[in-house]
């Protein structure tokens, strides 16, 4: 809260909640990975997220397919 220019990058439902009550700026995983695609940071957006998913990350496959989709032009294939 003392740096206000500053965005917080939070995935734990609480501590979005928490971030909410005090108006802290936040962005989650999925967002990151997505401004890093757009900035030319990283060659895809799915490579990285399956690799975040291998070691956990956990979020609804329909969420990063939309997300995915709307964003980068990428395509979500959920595994099975």
Known sequence: MAHSGWVAVLD???ARRC????SVRMKGTL???ILAKQHGLIKS??????????AGFRLDDAVICDALARTVG???QPEH
């Open 12 to 14: 734990d439902s609480m």
């Open 19 to 22: 971030a909410r009550s005090f």
């Open 31 to 33: 967002a990151i990975v």
């Open 45 to 54: 957006a799915t490579q990285v997220l399956r690799a975040l998913r291998s």
């Open 74 to 76: 990428e395509q979500w």
